[in-house]
T-cell receptor, first 109, second 114 residues
Framework: TQLLEQSPQFLSIQEGENLTVYCNSSSVFSSLQWYRQEPGEGPVLLVTVVTGGEVKKLKRLTFQFGDARKDSSLHITAAQPGDTGLYLCAGSTGNQFYFGTGTSLTVIP | NAGVTQTPKFRILKIGQSMTLQCTQDMNHNYMYWYRQDPGMGLKLIYYSVGAGITDKGEVPNGYNVSRSTTEDFPLRLELAAPSQTSVYFC?????????????FGPGTRLTVL
């Protein structure tokens, strides 16, 4: 089993603050994806990172893939209430995906 | 463009009953997946398919079966339902397009086994 651990599990912050979510594993992945999921809906892809050390920016969100392709981080700058949701990382080994345990983010106006 | 659709949205089963969760995608994706998500947790892969006629087990396949007779449809069968199968089930299709490797998820089926 390819275990992906996310931290923190829960995060409650004020609007305008910055935050970082971590996704760690002892396994190597060919790619890593970040999703956001809202209550009662399926996850929606935010980004896919493929190359070790890769950094991708999506507006206020910055994603990094570790050099050894075992871990990743998601940094949000100036969080907004619309960022509230469950953030999931998922590692790919080719045909299969292994999801992290999730980080539930609440941004308070 | 409907994307990935799942039926039913909700279902309550009694222990020992069987049912089929339906999943259809209209994007002509070869790869399709079934996941389950328990409360407050990430998703676990049940079964996946890389094309019509080809299926394979994921992390948690016990108690489930799948078939893939067409590109569009990927039904998940529960035989002899057990309380441990109470969960939210998501179907997804996968493409390697302009955004790279991407999964598209359906809205989910919330199943309760009593």
């Amino acid at each position: 089993t390819q275990l992906l651990e996310q931290s923190p599990q829960f995060l409650s912050i004020q609007e305008g603050e910055n935050l970082t979510v971590y996704c760690n594993s002892s396994s190597v992945f060919s790619s890593l994806q970040w999703y956001r999921q809202e209550p009662g809906e399926g996850p929606v892809l935010l980004v896919t990172v493929v190359t070790g050390g890769e950094v991708k920016k999506l507006k206020r969100l910055t994603f990094q893939f570790g050099d050894a392709r075992k871990d990743s981080s998601l940094h949000i700058t100036a969080a907004q209430p619309g960022d509230t949701g469950l953030y999931l990382c998922a590692g790919s080994t080719g045909n299969q995906f292994y999801f992290g345990t999730g980080t539930s983010l609440t941004v308070i106006p | 463009n409907a994307g990935v659709t799942q039926t039913p949205k909700f279902r309550i089963l009694k222990i020992g009953q069987s049912m089929t969760l339906q999943c259809t995608q209209d994007m002509n994706h070869n790869y399709m997946y079934w996941y389950r998500q328990d409360p407050g947790m990430g998703l676990k892969l049940i079964y996946y398919s890389v094309g019509a006629g080809i299926t394979d087990k994921g992390e948690v396949p016990n108690g489930y079966n799948v078939s893939r007779s067409t590109t569009e449809d990927f039904p998940l069968r529960l035989e002899l339902a057990a309380p441990s199968q109470t969960s939210v089930y998501f179907c997804a299709s996968r493409t390697f397009g302009g955004r790279g490797d991407e999964q598209f998820f359906g809205p989910g089926t919330r199943l309760t086994v009593l």
